[in-house]
């Protein structure tokens, strides 16, 4: 993917909306939007995109009872 949208630095992710969003290039640089971009929603998103580029969409969840 050229670009892709990742959600912004800091932001709690029940408070984002689509709104919100930013659109980042293959160097994490912010092609539309109004936000600092999450480095580490870039690096997993990137990678997952670089390594397929047939992928049109990559997402990963954040669960309330998850534990490392």
């Not at 919100?20 to 998103?45: E, K, S, T, W, Y």
């Amino acid at each position: 993917a050229d670009c892709f949208w990742v959600n912004p630095f800091g932001a709690p992710f029940a408070d984002i909306a689509p709104g919100d969003l930013i659109l980042v290039n293959g160097d994490g640089q912010v092609v539309q939007g109004r936000f600092h971009v999450n480095q580490a929603a870039f690096a997993v998103h990137a990678a997952v995109h670089r390594a397929r580029p047939d992928t049109v969409a990559v997402a990963h969840t954040h669960s309330t009872h998850g534990r490392a």
